[in-house]
């Protein structure tokens, strides 16, 4: 019986693999394939305009995009302290241009308002300013000494 079983054996081992090297040849028709196979696309290149740190992604990964779409957030403090430093600079700027016009435009106006000018512009102290007057701050008149003719 040894001989019966080992024959029954070795035929059922033999029918599992011709069932299924059939399956796979019948799979094997079902997809095509080649051997000079291309993929066609569109390289786009990816870069942000301005440097910074990363605070949010607003895209997931493979999702379609649209051009001019916003995929990221930038951290924009760097930025807003740029800005920031930039319109203080303006002001000043232009504070100074007042003052100096006003120098230029209206030398007899006196030391009064210049000094309000730079005191508007930030640059000086109310007490700081040079005293033109004398001790009690009146300016006196000199008698005029007129020559006369002999």
């Known amino acids: 019986m040894s001989r019966r079983r080992l024959a029954l054996a070795l035929g059922l081992i033999v029918l599992l693999g011709a069932g299924w090297a059939g399956t796979a040849w019948y799979r094997s028709r079902l997809s095509v394939g080649t051997d000079d196979a291309y993929v066609e696309g569109t390289v786009a290149p990816v870069s942000a ?4 740190q990363v605070m949010e ?8 995009v649209k051009a001019g779409q916003v995929v990221i957030r930038l951290d924009a403090r760097d930025y807003r302290a740029k800005a920031e430093q930039a319109r203080a600079s303006v002001m000043m700027a232009e504070r100074r241009f007042k003052v100096a016009s006003a120098r230029v435009e209206h030398p007899r ?19 700081d300013r040079p005293r ?4 009690d701050g009146v300016a006196r008149r000199r008698p005029r000494r007129c020559a006369r003719a002999s």
């Open 109 to 127: 106006l006196g030391r009064a308002h210049t000094e309000l000018l730079r005191l508007e512009a930030g640059r000086g102290e109310p007490g």
């Open 49 to 52: 305009k301005v440097p910074g």
């Open 132 to 135: 033109s007057a004398g001790g």
């Open 57 to 64: 992604v607003l895209v997931r990964d493979n999702e379609l």
